[in-house]
């Protein structure tokens, strides 16, 4: 009979019964080792938690000041019940982290998301030496390629200034943890204020006691913010367009930061008028690099187009298997 494997899925998500813990449980558990704060990755109420010290205030944020969360170096290891765990740098945001779990020789890692590019917000990613990766595949798809981030930055600054010319203000819908703060971080502020939705400053103040420099910004319903309206760069949370009470204060335009932003029909179908491909995942390329780096024989693929890289990965040699959960969900269509 063959022995368990040393992860496996459960009802409230993949579990470690010989070190006694869930890593990114969707229900809450007894230990949670969480790879970052994004809602898709940490619920609630678990009894303890242990996370990468960079991002534990952003955990602790996200899962109020009673959690019980631990703060775990990177490359640090922890004894959990006879199981050597350990966090890597993950380079999605602040404080991501890879796992990896080793039990008498046989090591897994366990990706969370990831992305390979470096970006000032955060650690850069580490490729993790294991038996078997678990990697996402949310741009598993050879379609997705990212050009280097100097670029869609200098067409976001040429956008802002054209916006500026027509006495419009510029408004950047994107998430709240992770991505507004790399766009704050990399936008040119001599160009103009740059102002911040509530949400956005409340995660970027964490950003900034953990020693991340981001440029002084506004809030868009202040009193100031109505003289400087039509030169501002203002970012926000996608779920703020319906928000009630936010303040208008002229003409504008608006734009989403994603990396499903290389469909052509993907602006339109979110309401905006233009669209900036910036990922903080890996794209197709960077996707097969990191799963290289590893040297992994195994392959556990989730998240994302997981048929198409799994079938990828087999062509290539590995032994590559799916992965899905209750959190995979079926990416946007490719247009090619």
């Not at 996608?238 to 303040?247: H, I, K, N, V």
């Amino acid at each position: 009979m063959s022995r368990e494997p040393l992860l496996r899925l459960t009802t409230a998500g993949l579990y470690c019964s010989r070190g006694g813990f869930h890593i990114d449980p969707w229900s809450p558990v007894a230990r949670a080792v969480i790879t970052h704060a994004h809602g898709d990755h940490a619920v609630k109420s678990s009894r303890t938690y242990l996370t990468a010290a960079p991002g534990k205030m952003i955990l602790q944020h996200r899962m109020g000041p009673r959690a019980q969360i631990q703060g775990l170096a990177f490359g640090q290891e922890v004894d959990l019940d006879g199981v050597r765990v350990s966090l890597h740098p993950a380079g999605h945001i602040l404080g991501s982290a890879q796992v990896r779990v080793e039990h008498k020789g046989e090591v897994w890692v366990v990706s969370g998301d990831y992305k390979v590019a470096p970006d000032v917000t955060c650690d850069v990613f580490e490729p993790v030496k294991c038996d078997t990766f678990i990697t996402e595949s949310t741009f598993g798809h050879e379609h997705y390629h990212w050009d280097h981030q100097s670029v869609t930055f200098a067409t976001i600054h040429d956008w802002w200034q054209q916006n500026q010319s027509r006495g419009q203000a510029s408004i950047l819908y994107a998430y709240s943890l992770g991505k507004a703060q790399r766009l704050t971080a990399g936008l040119d502020a001599s160009i103009g204020p740059i102002m911040v939705h509530p949400s956005v400053e409340q995660i970027s103040q964490l950003y900034r006691e953990a020693g991340i420099a981001l440029p002084h910004t506004r809030d868009p319903n202040s009193d100031a913010a109505r003289a400087d309206w039509s030169r501002s760069l203002i970012i926000m949370p996608p779920a703020a367009r319906w928000e009630q009470g936010l303040t208008f204060h002229g003409h504008y335009a608006t734009a989403f930061v994603s990396g499903w932003m290389v469909l052509p029909d993907q602006a339109t179908k979110r309401g905006v008028e233009r669209g900036f491909p910036l990922s903080d995942h890996a794209d197709y390329s960077e996707l097969l690099s990191a799963v290289a780096a590893t040297q992994a024989q195994r392959i556990l693929v989730t998240h994302g187009y997981i048929s198409e890289f799994v079938a990828t990965l087999k062509s290539r040699g590995y032994d590559a298997t799916p992965h899905s959960t209750p959190r995979c969900k079926r990416p946007p269509a490719v247009i090619v």
